[in-house]
């Protein structure tokens, strides 16, 4: 949740992102011990830093709790809340997230996750379309009061400033209530209205009462895609009747397409999450949710005036499941969503685009437009195919912070020791365009190995898994109780290939529970095709130790992973005269803890002329074999 931090005087200090074991609700007053954490790279603390927060709070312990001035708005939201009650049923957290804007129980459900993939979160947050279904409604109900246009514009105003400071003030909605003020006082004035004049000064007034706004992501959001709406949607839909999309479907289409046009290159950076089925799941689900807004506001104020019709709230109820089903069936289509990282022409591209269709302004030939759209889906097809059934071998350490992921591939072939902590890996191996892997090798049961693997078996196809001998015994629960492919137990001397690749279990030497960094599973991995070839001994978190036992079976090597992650203990003088690696690579997280990799294992590796590089400084550290040698890439430069 987001709060203000202030000082003994209540002199306000910084927004911060506060995080707690209980929900509180807005205005409510905390005295907190707690812990003050600065914002991370990642995709959740770079969207607090867009909101305006600088810095993360976890609470400890409340001191004293007071709950801030109650208004009749306030007391009536409690009482909506309190009709809902939406501790219930995520159905039901929908439905006060839609009606009152809260969303704290909703995004504590799983559900919810349907919605970011298909890229329909914005339909929950309260916008200009909610404004425009409640001002459709208040209208309605004012036109039969008979009244002249001035007190019906006045009640009107009223009562839309009444339900976004119900709903909590999202700068989003601010913003829309402000465009709507003055497009009727144009209109009480005798001008016309002008949609872009009414945003940019709607913009200038939410500025000037608070400049931190231009923070806000809900803000630049929704200013983004109303000012794309705005100059760019008669277009697209002119576009969409050239291709012989029906009127009504094209209105529809081109008001997503123009959102998404604008959103995106604010949006990818943030989250790194690129939905393709966006399209079309705004253009199924946006009418169901005007549905369950109107349906919801109805019967909320129903119930609180009649409360013996309670069970009204079974129909937004309903509505609420359905877009629940037909997000969650549209989350399942194939490439409905991607992780990718935004490249750093993104921005530029976008916008030059838009200023290029803006200045060139026409009707294109159906053949002509044909083409365009063509060249464009071979630009994203292309890649893929050729990632996908094309992709060179090589052996890729990818930057997964303080986490092992490593990808072996070539062809249609693909195999990945190791999967991350996190949800990193599936971006990770989506950067690299790989969707199937023929198998997952965990090497032993540390979270840092296999902490991604539920992420990653929920977005990309895995045929197998594969452990050591005797490690099936060890699973930890959480990995025991997800959906995983068929499992397999591999021991010394076993073998296996994926493409051109020859892996040979050479560590441990009898069974282990894989529990603990000496159990880990090494493989020598060979690849001799045509000339070409590569050995590289992939040694997940073993040491030394374990090295002295195994390292005269494998004999030398090109290259070396660095056992866990570069500790002091991880290399030695002995092992790596035997191995006499040409170049080693250790994965390892910015700013780790543990100081990885350490200057012990630095200086081992300098003493033997053992040239290095880390994920921590290189990023993505892809090694394929040559005739005659290897060559090394980075993702950041060099190689």
């Given amino acids: 949740m987001s709060a203000v931090a202030k000082d003994v005087d209540g002199s306000p200090i910084a927004k911060v992102a506060l995080s707690a074991d209980s929900a509180y609700e807005a205005d409510t007053v905390l005295e907190v011990v707690g812990r003050i954490f600065s914002l991370e790279d990642d995709r959740w603390d770079r969207a607090s830093f867009m909101a305006g927060e600088v810095a993360r709070v976890q609470v400890v312990t409340v001191r004293e709790q007071r709950e ?32 009152c804007g809260r969303t704290t129980e909703l995004n504590a459900c799983e559900e919810t996750e349907a919605f970011s993939e298909t890229g329909t ?30 007190p019906r514009t006045a009640v009107l105003l009223v009562l839309m400033a009444s339900y976004v400071v119900f709903t909590g003030a999202e700068p989003s909605a601010t913003r829309s209530f402000c465009m709507v003020a003055m497009a009727l006082a144009s209109t009480l004035g005798g001008r016309r209205g002008h949609g872009i004049s009414a945003l940019s000064l709607a913009a200038m007034v939410l500025i000037v009462v608070d400049a931190g706004v231009v ?72 009418p169901i949710m005007s549905a369950l807004l109107v349906a919801g506001v109805a019967a909320v104020f129903v119930q609180l005036a009649f409360p013996v019709l309670a069970p009204i709230l079974l129909i937004p109820e309903a509505l609420a499941n359905l877009s629940f089903f037909i997000s969650g069936l549209m989350s399942q289509l194939p490439w409905a969503s991607l992780y990718v990282s935004a490249p750093s022409l993104l921005a530029p591209a976008c916008y030059g685009i838009a200023c290029v269709v803006y200045a060139v302004w026409g009707s294109p030939h159906p053949m002509a437009l044909g083409a365009v759209v063509l ?68 090497t032993h049961w540390d979270s840092d190995h296999y902490g991604g693997l ?17 490690a ?107 191995l006499a690696p040409e170049f080693a690579v250790a994965s390892a997280g910015e700013g780790n803890r543990y100081g990885h990799p350490s200057e012990e294992c630095i200086d081992a590796l300098e003493a033997a002329g053992v040239p290095f590089l880390c994920t921590i400084d290189a990023g993505d550290v892809s090694i394929s074999p040559e005739e005659g040698g290897f060559t090394v890439a980075t993702s950041r430069g060099g190689g």
């Fill in 375 to 442: 060249v464009a889906l071979s630009l994203v097809a292309v890649p893929l195919v050729r990632s996908r059934w094309f992709a060179p071998a090589e052996i890729i350490v990818m930057d997964v912070g303080q986490a092992d992921a490593i990808l072996l591939r070539e062809g249609s072939r693909a195999l990945l020791v190791d999967s991350g902590v996190d949800g990193d890996v599936v971006r990770a191996l989506l950067r690299h365009g790989v969707l199937h892997l023929d198998a997952v090798v965990i």
């Fill in 454 to 470: 539920d992420e990653l078996l929920g977005t990309i196809a895995v045929d197998r898994l594969i452990v050591a001998d005797g």
């Fill in 68 to 99: 801030g001035a109650t208004s009749p708005i306030d007391w009536m939201r409690a009482r909506a809340l309190d009709a809902i009650d939406p501790v219930r049923s995520p159905a039901r957290a929908l439905v006060a997230g839609i009606v």
């Fill in 472 to 578: 099936l015994a060890g699973m930890p629960p959480e990995i025991r109780s997800l959906d995983l492919p068929d499992a397999v137990e591999v021991g010394y001397g076993d073998r296996f290939v994926v493409g051109g690749f020859d892996c040979r279990v050479v560590w441990p030497q009898e069974p282990v529970d894989g529990d603990g960094n000496e159990a880990s599973l090494v493989l020598d991995v060979s690849y001799e095709v045509q000339g070409r070839s590569l050995d590289m001994l992939l040694t997940g978190d073993s040491e030394a130790t374990e090295a002295s036992r195994y390292a005269a079976d494998v004999g030398p090597v090109d290259v070396l992973k660095v056992g866990h992650h570069g500790s002091a203990e991880s290399v030695d003088a002995e092992m790596l005269g035997i």
């Fill in 121 to 150: 979160t914005h339909l929950i947050a309260v916008s200009g379309s909610h404004l425009a279904l409640i001002s459709a409604l208040v209208i309605a109900c004012v036109r039969r009061l008979r009244v002249g246009p001035v």
């Fill in 215 to 286: 923070f806000d992501l809900g803000f630049q959001l929704s200013a983004l895609s109303v000012l794309f709406i705005q100059v760019f949607s008669g277009y697209m839909t002119s576009l969409l009747e050239a291709v012989r999309v029906p009127r009504a479907v094209g209105e529809a289409l081109a008001l997503t397409l123009c959102a998404q046009w604008a959103t995106l290159p604010v949006t990818l950076p943030v989250f790194e999450e690129l939905s393709l089925v966006a399209p079309l799941a705004n253009f199924v689900l946006g």
